[in-house]
């Protein structure tokens, strides 16, 4: 299965990276309520709320897992993984800007984040098929 | 405790995504999507990536009962340096010059988030 046209598969990849953070945001969300040890963390302590929102959280990532498959079938990895490590940054302004959150922003955090999105790319590039050509080709094929 | 839960769920999805690899191997030539549901279902890796993922997801909860998530879940980043190491001991694949330096960068980052959090 192929997804056509690059702006479309541009678009799933921007998807897939909005949806996974999301649901992310919303575990730490129904998470950060809990203590670690305490009966109510464990699952069947969960209040009736809590547990429909879990449920949201994995499906938005179960649809974020699916649409990523479609991404994969379009680009090649060492293109679309360094722009999903997006999340990264994504879920840090989300945790340190939303309200609800209320999570410290800190210059290490941040150097940190730049690190991983960095050593992300590295990890994914491949030489055979450089993003750059990979993309040229797929416009070309199109 | 806490980044002893963190360090399971990064180990939880490595481990998840070496097996989704193995069990991939039984994909190539299933005919249809039905075939090759029923050669996944079939596969031991395969469902011990399922198991895997499972208990990756408990415990990243857990975890996230007591740990900031702009600190925790960049450190997940580290299942891509795990599952790069896995890959060379278990599958014989090639860890290129950049790819080593990509597992610096990822672990220096990770180690940075873990250290000021």
């Given at each position: 299965m192929k997804v056509r046209g690059t702006a479309s598969a541009l678009s799933l990849i921007a998807l897939s990276t909005v949806l996974s953070s999301t649901a992310q945001l919303v575990f730490r969300f129904v998470m950060?309520?809990?203590?670690?040890?305490?009966?109510?963390?464990?699952l069947p302590g969960l209040s009736t709320a809590d547990l429909l929102l879990l449920l949201a959280g994995i499906a938005l990532y179960a649809i974020s897992m699916l649409a990523w498959v479609f991404v994969l079938s379009r680009f090649d990895v060492s293109f679309a993984y360094p722009l999903m490590s997006i999340s990264y940054l994504l879920v840090f302004l989300g945790a340190v800007k939303l309200p609800f959150f209320n999570e410290a922003l800190s210059s290490s955090k941040l150097v940190a984040i730049v690190l991983i999105v960095a050593g992300v790319a590295m990890l994914s590039y491949d030489e055979k098929t450089s993003a750059r050509k990979k993309l040229d080709n797929y416009r070309a094929n199109r | 405790m806490t980044y002893l839960l963190l360090l399971l769920t990064v180990l939880c999805i490595a481990a998840g995504q070496v097996l989704q690899k193995v069990a991939?191997?039984?994909?190539?030539?299933?005919?249809t999507i039905g075939a090759a549901a029923r050669a996944l279902a079939d596969s031991v890796a395969f469902r011990l990536s399922v198991v895997l993922m499972a208990a990756g997801l408990v415990t990243w909860l857990a975890t996230l009962t007591a740990m900031e998530i702009s600190s925790a879940y960049?450190?997940?980043?580290l299942s891509f340096v795990i599952t790069a190491l896995l890959s060379r001991l278990l599958l014989q694949e090639r860890v290129t010059v950049l790819r080593w330096a990509g597992i610096l960068f990822v672990s220096a980052g990770a180690t940075l988030m873990l250290a000021t959090s």
């Open positions: 950060q309520h809990y203590e670690l040890f305490s009966t109510a963390a464990i | 991939s191997a039984r994909l190539a030539g299933a005919p960049p450190v997940l980043s």
